[in-house]
């Protein structure tokens, strides 16, 4: 596949330090995460107003949640609702397992989504991680391919 000993050793390097980078990246102590319709002081802090997303440091994770509820207003009539909120976790008794946990109740649903990037409770995001090992093995076949 490689022609001599010294590509393959070469290569293997390539691999190695793609692969510490993104542990060293992926593994932080603290994350940075947004935070949006919730209260903040008392005063509400919705996603979509002229002050946006309020970014927040020393989370422990990130959590993006879907709530539906259904209201009973007259016999008959029903109105449903749907809200969504960006939190930071800084309590480790509330964190779970990356992804999405559905839970349903009587008068409705919530999805929470736990994350562990940076910002990763955002509506649109690149995983970093990814980019980064995407980056690392092209650097690696380009250099292997001028050698």
């Known amino acids: 596949m490689f022609g001599s000993k010294m590509e393959r ?3 293997n390097r ?3 330090i793609c692969v510490l ?4 990246v992926s ?10 319709n ?3 002081r008392g ?3 919705p996603c979509d107003s002229e002050r946006g997303m309020k970014e927040v440091s020393g989370c422990h994770a990130c959590l993006k949640t879907f709530t539906r509820t259904y209201l009973h207003n007259t016999f008959h009539d029903q109105l449903r609702t749907s809200y969504e ?10 964190m779970k397992e990356a992804g999405c946990h559905p839970h349903e109740t009587g008068s409705g649903y919530m999805k929470r989504c ?14 970093f991680t990814l980019v980064l090992s995407g980056v690392c093995m092209s650097v690696a076949v380009f250099l292997k391919r001028i050698m």
């Open 38 to 40: 919730i209260f903040i």
């Open 14 to 16: 390539m691999w190695g």
């Open 43 to 45: 005063s509400p802090w």
């Open 21 to 24: 980078l993104g542990v060293l």
């Open 85 to 94: 909120s960006r939190l930071c976790v800084k309590s480790k008794e509330y």
């Open 114 to 127: 736990f994350c562990y990037d940076d910002f990763c409770n955002s509506s649109s995001r690149v995983h």
């Open 9 to 11: 050793n070469f290569i």
């Open 27 to 36: 593994q932080t102590n603290a994350l940075s995460c947004y935070q949006c």
